[in-house]
């Protein structure tokens, strides 16, 4: 079982910086690839960013490539989604996911979740 808590949302304006953290438990963490997914309202949750557990393998969504970076310490249990060159269409619910074995772009996929932060970039 992994317990997943994401922290570091909020309200920015077009153009900054955010970095969302997602806390793990278990002593299994660099098993797990990892990844961030995000919500819109009226939306459905779409595929942001994953990694795998040892950090080598990298992929991105389109829309956020160039802006965002995924990275993870093993040492510490945690994910981090660094949020660059913000945007109004950034916002939305910042969930993070783990599974064992690779990362997959699809939602259903995914085997355990956070509760989600909320982002919210203003023009």
């Known amino acids: 079982q992994v317990q997943l808590v994401e922290s570091g949302g909020g309200l920015v304006q077009a153009g900054d910086s955010l970095r969302l953290s997602c806390a793990a438990s278990?002593?299994?963490?660099?098993?797990?690839?990892m990844s961030w997914f995000r919500q819109a309202p009226g939306k459905e949750r779409e595929f942001v960013a994953g990694?795998?557990?040892?950090?080598?393998?990298?992929n991105y969504a389109h829309s956020v490539k160039g802006r965002f970076t995924i990275s993870r310490d093993n040492n510490k249990n945690t994910v981090y989604l660094q949020m660059n060159s913000l945007k109004p269409e950034d916002t939305a619910v910042y969930y993070c996911?783990?599974?064992?074995?690779?990362?997959?772009?699809?939602?259903?996929?995914?085997?355990?979740w956070g509760q989600g932060t909320q982002v919210t970039v203003s023009s």
């Open positions: 996911a783990a599974r064992l074995a690779v990362v997959l772009t699809d939602t259903h996929r995914w085997d355990y």
């Open positions: 278990g002593r299994t963490f660099r098993s797990y690839a």
């Open positions: 990694i795998s557990g040892s950090g080598a393998g990298i």
